[in-house]
């Protein structure tokens, strides 16, 4: 039983943890039609791109920073009835943006979100913010620059991360919005190898130097790179709830969770877009036992690793690793 583990989560993007009851309060509340994306209380999608789809019609339902607050707090306090410690938002300014909030205005509503979960529960909570790479190479060295010039206006920044749509462009367009966001001393992830094999994660340690990849799980395609991934002790972000409903791989039993651990390489557990592929980070860590097979001992070592690879400061780290 993993219900009374302490958990934490690296890897979960706030749009993508909205529950559909609160999509619908949220369409209600601004007037906006949901049958081609919500049905039966269900996110309706089919593959990624219809996914990211329906993500950004319900990232269009929150419109101001209350309806953000709200949104965050609602994730945060789920998460901490299950017994999560930490958690790390990815955060798009993109979707604050396409409804005229500026990344400003986003962010402090997601902060004000946070600070009311820790006030009520004590859930630790920072943020990371995302450079959609379908918005294309210039959008996310913006979306860096922009970061890096306010980052003493948001405490709770602590990371900068690339998601969306792997197939499209190559690493080496973004490097550069990495090093600025690597100058200003954020913490760096990347998604790669979910979509795209290893060559994927291969040009992020080589381009981008990340001490985390956003789910890498791909890398298993090459013994080499999981060898690679081992001496450096890159942490893994694995979300086996999301790589099965976007069919990244056919079953949990061709999932390559227990190889990467059997390979030494560190991994955490993650939901990613929760309600989108009907998880939950307590799913997750149901699922770690029940369907891989992981011992006490070693789901209890996914979460340390999870905090010692959280983008915190060394107080916060030791603190929470004193609860795990
Ligand atoms: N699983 C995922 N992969 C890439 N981009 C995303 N944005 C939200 N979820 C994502
Ligand atoms: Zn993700």
Redesign the pocket.
């Known amino acids: 039983m993993t219900k009374s583990l302490p958990k934490a989560e690296l890897?979960c993007?706030i749009e993508g943890a909205a529950p559909p009851s609160l999509a619908l309060e949220q369409a209600r509340k601004y007037n906006v039609e949901t049958g081609h994306f919500i049905r039966d209380g269900i996110y309706v999608w089919d593959d990624f791109t219809s996914f990211i789809a329906a993500y950004d019609l319900v990232a269009d339902l929150f419109r101001t920073p209350e309806d953000y607050a709200h949104l965050a707090e609602t994730y945060l306090l789920e998460l901490a009835a299950e017994n999560t410690i930490y958690s790390e938002l990815?955060v798009s300014p993109d979707h604050g943006e396409a409804v005229g909030l500026s990344a400003d205005a986003y962010l402090d509503g997601i902060a004000a979100g946070m600070i009311a979960a820790k006030e009520k529960t004590g859930i630790e909570s920072r943020m990371v913010i995302i450079g959609e790479r379908h918005l294309g190479p210039e959008n996310v060295l913006r979306r860096a620059t922009e970061t890096a010039k306010h980052l003493h206006r948001h405490p709770l920044v602590t990371g900068f991360n690339m998601?969306g749509e792997e197939r499209m462009n190559r690493v080496a367009d973004y490097a550069r919005a990495f090093d600025i966001a690597r100058d200003a001393g954020l913490g760096l992830t990347i998604?790669a190898g979910e979509l795209v094999g290893p060559q994927s994660v291969i040009d992020a340690l080589d381009l981008v130097r990340p001490s985390r990849i956003?789910?890498g799980v791909r890398a298993i395609e090459d013994a080499d790179l999981v060898k690679r991934l081992a001496d450096l002790g890159t942490v893994l972000e694995v979300?086996p709830g999301?790589n099965i409903a976007l069919k990244v791989f056919p079953d949990y039993a061709s999932h390559p969770l227990c190889r990467f651990i059997e390979a030494g390489v560190r991994v955490t557990l993650n939901s990613?877009?929760p309600p989108f592929f009907h998880t939950t980070l307590a799913m997750e860590y149901e699922r770690a036992e029940t369907v891989f097979g992981l011992s006490h001992d070693q789901i209890v070592a996914t979460t340390r690793t999870a905090i010692e690879a959280a983008f915190i400061d060394s107080d916060t780290r030791t603190r929470l690793l004193a609860l795990v």
Do not use: N, R, T, V
């Open positions: 890897h993007h990815f998601a998604h956003g789910h979300c999301s990613d877009d």
